[in-house]
């Protein structure tokens, strides 16, 4: 089944923590993203990738990591998280030309920082 | 920076009704996309029209596109209580390679 995979789907963890959000999708995608909900803020960027190798910031990407050293994966690293960083995360991923396909999301993973 | 903006931010009616969504963006588009999330779930895209494309249809799904005013339009005919979601709008520019979500229309179908 095509699918986006996230994991973990819940978390609570404690200020300054690091942690690492996976992201995996087996469609072979180029484009990857990830983004968080925020209540009455919609969905934000965080970083993208167009390719292996190849990522860049989205709108709100302070206080966070990416890497993409394999084309399936695009693990969200959190340094050391902050309470701001309560949120809902999605990992997205989409065919070549990125934004210029539909995307296909994750399920999400609702993280709580203490 | 939200291009996207749904309107309204909320709506409710009842099985059977129509149901009309809007959003306003702000920059020249290459495409808009909709898509739909039910409570804390992932969200599935539903429609995508391009910049030189004025109406798609899908299904009970019919989606305009007016890039004189800037907006769009997302309508749900004979609205089921399964339709009840949340529903984005998603930019895309042709000077970047983000796609700008709004904040959404929480619409509720009522039995």
């Known amino acids: 089944e095509a699918q986006v995979t996230q994991n973990p789907r819940y978390l609570i963890t404690v200020t300054g923590k690091k942690l690492t959000v996976t992201c995996s999708q087996n469609?072979?995608?180029?484009?990857m993203s990830w983004y968080r909900q925020d209540p009455g803020l919609g969905l934000r960027q965080i970083y993208y990738?167009?390719?292996?190798?190849?990522?860049d910031k989205g709108d709100v990407p302070e206080g966070y990591k990416v890497s993409r050293k394999e084309k399936r994966n695009f693990p969200l690293i959190l340094e050391s998280p902050s309470p701001n960083q309560t949120s809902l995360y999605f990992c997205?991923?989409?065919?070549?030309?990125?934004?210029?396909?539909?995307?296909?999301f994750g399920p999400g993973t609702r993280l709580t920082v203490l | 920076s939200q291009q996207g903006e749904e309107d309204p931010q909320a709506l409710s009616i009842q099985e059977g009704e129509n149901a009309t969504m809007n959003c306003s963006y702000k920059t020249s588009i290459n495409n808009l996309q909709w898509y739909r999330q039910n409570s804390g779930r992932g969200l599935v895209h539903l429609i995508l029209i391009r910049s030189n494309e004025r109406e798609k249809h899908s299904g009970r799904l019919r989606v305009t596109l007016d890039t004189s005013k800037k907006s769009s339009s997302l309508l749900i005919t004979a609205s089921r209580a399964a339709d009840t979601a949340s529903y984005f709008c998603?930019?895309?520019?042709?000077?970047?390679?983000?796609?700008?979500f709004g904040t959404g229309t929480r619409l509720q179908v009522f039995p």
């Open positions: 998603a930019t895309a520019s042709y000077n970047t390679d983000k796609l700008i």
């Open positions: 469609m072979n995608h180029e484009y």
């Open positions: 997205a991923s989409s065919p070549d030309r990125g934004i210029f396909n539909e995307q296909f």
């Open positions: 990738s167009m390719n292996v190798e190849a990522t």
